[in-house]
């Protein structure tokens, strides 16, 4: 997954679902999220400039988190940096 800021063209920021960002949230919530990172970006502000912290996860959340954590496992190997996305990343 790309990070908000390109690595690589120092004016070009990402949003998105697909985006790597630290903030921990999903779907809809994360490209909005995201899009507010990459324009504190441009701007020149902290990432987290206008963005709400997420509450601790609740007890059933982290239940799944770690669910989804040992599948991932199971199907995929342990996580190896190989610096490339792969399916499960998408999936989970």
């Known amino acids: 997954m ?3 800021k390109a690595e690589s063209i120092g004016n070009m920021s990402f949003a998105g679902d697909i985006v790597h960002s630290s903030h921990g949230s999903w779907s809809q919530e994360k490209a909005f999220v995201t899009g507010i ?3 504190n970006s441009v701007l020149g502000r902290a990432p987290d400039t206008g963005i709400l912290p997420l509450a601790a996860d609740e007890l059933h959340v982290r239940f799944g988190k770690e669910a989804v954590k040992i599948a991932r496992n199971i199907i995929s190997g342990p996580k190896k940096d190989s610096g490339r996305p792969s399916l499960v990343d998408f999936l989970f």
């Open 2 to 4: 790309p990070d908000i």
């Open 37 to 39: 990172e990459a324009a």
